[in-house]
């Protein structure tokens, strides 16, 4: 009887679902889609008023968003592009085998591009647009594991030869190669983005759309329709980089940026989401931040079995299958497809069971459909007023049969046997003779072929060729003398800080008539902390929007000022997301053909060490612009402690091979550094970039002595001689930044206590130095039969006698890099160890880098040097109040 009522319930639950359909459809044919929004929106808030608990959903059913009576027709030769792709395919193929044959273990990736391909063709075919024509480009960053695709390409189109086709991952075989990924600095006139340290290529994207809307905002850039687009892996979402910036593209309604991400559902080790579903998963990262989501999961074999699926069961069936599952579908054919996806329910058995195998087999996932791949770049490209994701379900490795074709090991496979590449050869229809296969030769149509004409006229009538890296800007003229005077004159007993002279500096420039508009001032919600709040009224804050609201401190003079030609790039909380929009900036004469200038202010500490990845990335990209390094210093910043404490950046600025590291003292040396940073990198137009510390602590700033300009930009100059005669003791104290002051104590000290004539040398840069002696070092080496060249620390130091000691507030192995081409001893004193809340003279103290402790290590050189006696360095120890049993800072 039980049986009995609920099967009439059940009954009776299905008609009153089918009466509730039967509704909606009568409102979606007669009053539209809105129409439909409107009544579901209203039942929804009458059921919450009613103490009704939604479930909340972000998702959508897991089907393609496009419908496919709403695609739309697909412009191009479905067949031609067919065989394109496939030539495209098998090279890529043949780049990656054919370079691990001649060298075993050269590495390299098939499986990438093999699941992307249609996503990139359909891009390549119809919608990227090149800098050749009347368009300024469309900005793309490619997938970096799927560069062979890329190159393979451009090998079709006749930009790349075969000989560096055969040198892939082998740049420095003759006649040269390609580099393994985008990488601009390898490749200047190819690559404009470096993507393959995976998260930095999507953040950079999302800066990169916002830093073309400042441009137009601001009149330096006409308006248009240029998109930024960025390809992902699925896998690379769990990069905090990837997902992290994607509220400000909803928020500042970046319908200029399109994501693309590959959902193969396998990363490197196996699937992204093995007890999930990724697609479905992103769906609603995106769609809660406000993106427009558009999924491509479906192939078109799929649309006559959801048209037959009249109960919504295919549709169910769908929802239920994690990604673990759909692997499976792909690799074990179509009799695991039947039993185990449609077997679970007997209709839909049912509903294939005219299908064979093999078809089953063979239906595709969305992302292998041109059409539905060309519709969802269309809907992509035409939507308004958000940023737009596409969720492509692919198959990893698609194409490479029982070699990897969605395995876990695909993502490393990088060698095929002569079986599998036939089968390759075979299922792709590339003309290649089965006496040939095994040696994977690269195959080009002739010039006059079909397909070669094919390609070559679309890419001309989408403007030119892409990748490419173009710069169009011209250089600019350095700012004149006049502007920095004020700065050399020194401040006679006022008492300011660098940070502050940094700041008027940044001021005056942005007033100057030449360069000012071009001045892209960037920080990380520390304006006020630097003292930059002054700016604000100057030049405003960016908004797309403008100012919408009453500032809370409208009534004070430096009040918060956002406007829509606003000039500062307040970015808040997100080192990662300014040193993006630095990028941009640093970028932009190239990208843009735009000369913008970026000074970015951080604290020293969460710059290098806390986005290093994408400080090499610039590198890589041949940025320009200004990193300043703001309340720099492990001693300097006092009361902060451990965790702001900076002891290290100029030892992590040291690997980047083009960025110019200084550590100036006083504010003559920063406006000759700034202005010099201007002239070698817009005027001269050297690919370099700079990285500046600056200090929050207040001290007079003297007036710039004669003849230094060439020593500050070098690195070293004499700050001030001994004015004592004929001493038997001699030292030599090298300062940098603010503890060149206390070398200053520790000079007039050393004379006035202990009769030792004392220099003081200011170390702008051990960078500069110790490169420049290691590239004259290599010369001498390399053309022994030439007269040696002399490195220009040991030439400015050349015929000095005494000892030297050099006092930083950065770790002491910069300072000891410098040691072998000094003609004294020297002794170096740094800040090794982690930081404390404390006061400075405490924490010089602490770290041993004050007056008393310079006074001590030169005393006790010169008794090294047998100069002075045991009894004195023994007295001074006592005079000086030196703890010799206090705690290593470096340990404790």
Same mark, same amino acid.
């Given at each position: ?12 639950? *299905? ?9 909606? *459809? ?50 191009? @030769? ?98 040269? #190669? ?20 995976? @998260? ?32 992902? @892996? ?159 379900? $692919? ?89 920095? *005077? ?11 800080? $660098? ?86 900036? @640093? ?236 003609? #004294? ?68």
């Amino acid at each position: 009887m039980s049986d009995n009522n609920n099967k009439n319930l059940s009954e009776l639950d *299905e008609i009153e679902l089918q009466e509730w359909l039967e509704s909606l *459809e009568y409102v979606l044919q007669t009053g539209g889609p809105e129409k439909v929004k409107e009544l579901l929106h209203n039942l929804d808030t009458y059921a919450h008023q009613k103490g009704v608990e939604i479930p909340f959903t972000a998702n959508t059913p897991h089907i393609n968003t496009i419908p496919k009576e709403k695609e739309p027709p697909f412009p191009g @030769g479905r067949e031609i592009e067919r065989r394109i792709k496939s030539l495209v395919r098998w090279n890529a193929m043949a780049m990656v085998v054919r370079a691990n044959k001649e060298e075993n273990g050269i590495g390299g990736h098939i499986s990438t591009f093999a699941s992307a391909a249609t996503l990139y063709e359909i891009g390549f075919n119809h919608f990227f647009r090149g800098k050749d024509g009347n368009h300024d480009g469309d900005i793309v960053y490619y997938q970096g594991h799927a560069a062979p695709g890329i190159y393979a390409r451009a090998f079709l189109e006749g930009r790349l030869t075969v000989e560096q086709l055969e040198n892939f991952r082998r740049e420095l075989k003759p006649g040269g #190669g390609l580099s393994s990924y985008p990488h601009p600095w390898l490749m200047p006139d190819f690559w404009e983005f470096p993507t393959v340290s995976m @998260g930095l290529g999507p953040i950079q994207a999302i800066y990169q759309a916002r830093f073309l809307r400042y441009l137009e905002d601001r009149g330096l850039k006409k308006p248009s329709d240029q998109k930024v687009w960025a390809f992902i @892996g699925d896998g690379e979402t769990d990069e905090p980089e990837t997902l992290g910036a994607i509220s400000l593209a909803a928020r500042e309604k970046l319908d200029n940026l399109i994501f693309v991400i590959n959902c193969n559902l396998q990363r490197l080790d196996g699937p992204v989401r093995g007890n999930g579903n990724i697609v479905q998963e992103l769906e609603a990262v995106f769609r809660g931040a406000g993106w427009n989501v558009i999924k491509v999961i479906w192939g078109s074999d799929w649309d006559p079995l959801l048209e037959q699926d009249k109960t919504g069961l295919l549709v169910k069936r769908m929802n239920e299958t994690i990604d673990g599952e759909s692997q499976n579908y792909v690799t074990r054919g179509g009799k695991y497809v039947r039993e185990h996806f449609f077997g679970k329910y007997p209709e839909l058995l049912k509903l294939v069971e005219h299908y064979t195998d093999e078809q089953l087999e063979k239906m595709k996932r969305g992302g292998h459909d041109p059409e539905k791949v060309y519709a969802a770049y269309k809907a992509a490209v035409e939507h308004k007023d958000a940023p737009t994701v596409i969720l492509a379900k $692919t198959v990893k490795g698609y194409g490479l049969g029982e070699a990897g074709e969605g395995k876990n090991i695909t993502h490393q496979q990088k060698k095929l046997n002569e079986e599998e590449l036939r089968e390759f050869r075979t299922r792709f229809s590339i003309p290649i003779s089965d006496d040939e296969v095994s040696k994977a030769p690269f195959y080009r149509p002739p010039e006059d072929s079909p397909e070669i004409r094919y390609l070559k006229e679309r890419r001309k009538a989408l403007g030119g060729y892409v990748p490419k890296r173009v710069i169009k800007s011209q250089p600019i003229k350095t700012p004149p003398e006049e502007l920095f *005077e004020e700065f050399y004159k020194g401040t006679d007993d006022r008492e300011v800080s $660098t940070t502050m002279v940094y700041v008027r500096i940044l001021a005056k420039l942005l007033k100057d008539k030449e360069i000012g508009h071009l001045i892209v001032p960037i920080v990380p919600d520390e304006a006020r902390t630097f003292g930059m709040e002054a700016l604000f009224r100057q030049v405003g804050i960016y908004s797309h929007v403008g100012q919408l609201y009453e500032p809370v401190d409208s009534d004070s003079l430096l009040y918060y000022k956002e406007a829509k030609d606003g000039q500062i790039l307040e970015e808040g909380i997100t080192e990662a997301g300014a040193m993006s929009s630095f990028i941009a900036a @640093g970028t932009a004469y190239a990208v843009h053909g735009i000369n913008t200038i970026p000074f970015f202010s951080f604290y020293s500490m969460f710059g290098l060490q806390r986005v290093g990845d994408l400080i090499w990335a610039a590198g890589d990209m041949r940025c320009k612009g200004f990193l300043l390094g703001a309340t720099a210093g492990r001693t300097t910043l006092a009361g902060e402690g451990l965790q702001h404490q900076d002891g290290q950046s100029h030892l992590l600025a040291y690997p980047v091979p083009n960025l110019v590291a200084y550590d100036p003292a006083f504010a003559y040396e920063l406006a000759v550094i700034i202005r010099d940073g201007i002239y070698r990198m817009y005027e001269k137009r050297e690919d370099v970039f700079y990285y500046i510390t600056i200090m929050n602590e207040n001290y007079p700033q003297p007036p710039m002595p004669k003849g230094v300009k060439e020593g500050i930009l070098k690195g070293m100059y004499k700050f001030r001689s001994s004015k004592m005669k004929d001493q038997k003791l001699k030292a030599h104290l090298l300062g940098s930044g603010t503890i060149l002051n206390e070398a200053i104590k520790a000079a007039d000290i050393l004379e006035k206590n202990y009769k030792v004539s004392t220099d003081i040398w200011s170390v702008t840069s051990y960078k500069n130095l110790h490169l420049d002696a290691q590239e004259t070092e290599r010369w001498n080496m390399f053309h022994p039969d030439k007269k040696p060249k002399t490195p220009y620390i040991s030439e400015v130091t050349k015929g000095e006698s005494g000892v030297f000691v050099a006092a930083s507030d950065y770790v002491q192995i910069i300072k000891d890099a410098l040691a072998k081409w000094l003609p #004294g001893q020297l002794h170096s004193l740094g800040t090794y160890g982690f930081g404390r809340s404390e006061s400075r003279a405490s924490l010089r103290d602490f770290f041993e880098v004050d007056a008393k402790h310079i006074v001590y290590a030169t005393l006790y050189s010169l008794y090294k040097e047998k100069k002075v006696k045991l009894d004195l360095v023994k007295k001074a120890q006592k005079d000086l109040g030196i703890n010799p049993e206090k705690p290593n800072p470096a340990k404790s």
